[in-house]
């Protein structure tokens, strides 16, 4: 019987040529890669490869986060994300942005992505709560939402909660503190009110109490999966630990460890915070900036015209 399995071609000095790979296993190989190292490498090696990475099927999921070794200012990432928006043409289903998510991007992709199911955003700051919801609402399809580092309030929350009805999975992680000052189940109450439907919850570093895991508990009778580590409010401990312990498949405790945290779990010793989001990280609704107004605000950064990381 004659092999399925393909190979190569190989030339003289027995090395494959990778420009006559099957485009299927081209796809299959480019697929392992992120969005920047197709569309500032993976695409200059040949036509072929070329051809394979301007197909709609390669960008239905896009992530931009392994770019702090690049030598490209804000405004090239910015560019490329919203070239790989184009590039799905409509089809984007999961995407996930480290850092540079603007308003003016968000808005953008939204816009062309109606099919949108997940998204991913971490560490973008310069983006405020009310801009960041007003782009969310527009993904009615959205099943995955994560927030971390990022400025989104309770009362945000709960709009999203009313307008993404297929919501399954939300993370919404902050910064923890070793003796937060001040209590808010804000963001519990809100996921409590209008996300009946979640199978999955994280709420790293919140500040959530007894009260707002309760509501949780009593509202969201499909979890499976949540994470309160670094929520040192919460006392998980006589009816409501054997509760959530009766209820939640896989549940992750306070003191929990964080091995397997995506991001700095480092915790703060000075708790400053003065309202239930601000602590997140992020700007405020009022200082929301434009992605001019951004590029211009960072020190030293080139003009994000000048440059083309997609000439070929």
């Not at 993976?42 to 070794?69: F, L």
């Not at 801009?131 to 009615?140: D, H, N, Q, S």
């Not at 209590?183 to 109450?189: H, P, Q």
């Not at 992020?282 to 440059?307: I, K, N, T």
Request: net charge negative; hydrophobic share 35%; proline share 4%.
């Amino acid at each position: 019987m004659a092999s399925s399995y393909c190979t190569p071609v190989m030339n003289q000095g027995d090395n494959p040529n990778w420009a006559e790979l099957p485009p299927e296993l081209t796809s299959s190989i480019l697929h392992r890669l992120g969005a920047i190292e197709i569309l500032y490498s993976a695409q200059k090696v040949c036509r072929s490869w070329r051809r394979v990475c301007k197909d709609p099927s390669m960008w239905r999921k896009i992530e931009m986060r392994n770019h702090v070794h690049m030598i490209l200012s804000f405004g090239d990432l910015v560019n490329m994300c919203r070239h790989a928006v184009d590039l799905s043409q409509g089809g984007l289903v999961e995407i996930e942005i480290w850092h540079i998510a603007t308003y003016d991007l968000l808005k953008y992709m939204a816009h062309s992505c109606s099919k949108l199911r997940s998204l991913k955003l971490a560490m973008c700051y310069q983006i405020g709560s009310e801009g960041l919801t007003e782009v969310i609402v527009k993904l009615p399809l959205l099943e995955v939402l994560e927030v971390s580092y990022c400025s989104l309030s309770g009362e945000s929350l709960k709009v999203i909660g009313q307008s993404c009805q297929n919501l399954k999975s939300l993370g919404k992680n902050c910064e923890g503190y070793k003796s937060p000052r001040n209590e808010s189940d804000g963001v519990a109450l809100a996921i409590a009110e209008t996300m009946p439907g979640l199978t999955r919850l994280q709420l790293f570093g919140d500040r959530l109490t007894d009260v707002g895991l309760n509501a949780i508990l009593d509202s969201c009778p499909n979890l499976e999966y949540l994470d309160l580590r670094q929520c040192f409010i919460v006392n998980l401990v006589g009816d409501l630990e054997k509760r959530c312990s009766e209820r939640i498949k896989v549940l992750r405790r306070p003191n929990d460890s964080t091995h397997d945290y995506p991001f700095d779990a480092t915790l703060n010793d000075v708790d400053l915070s003065k309202d239930d989001y601000s602590y997140g990280g992020g700007v405020s609704d009022v200082d929301e900036m434009s992605e001019d107004e951004f590029y211009d605000d960072l020190s030293g950064a080139s003009d994000h015209s000048d440059f083309d990381p997609f000439d070929y």
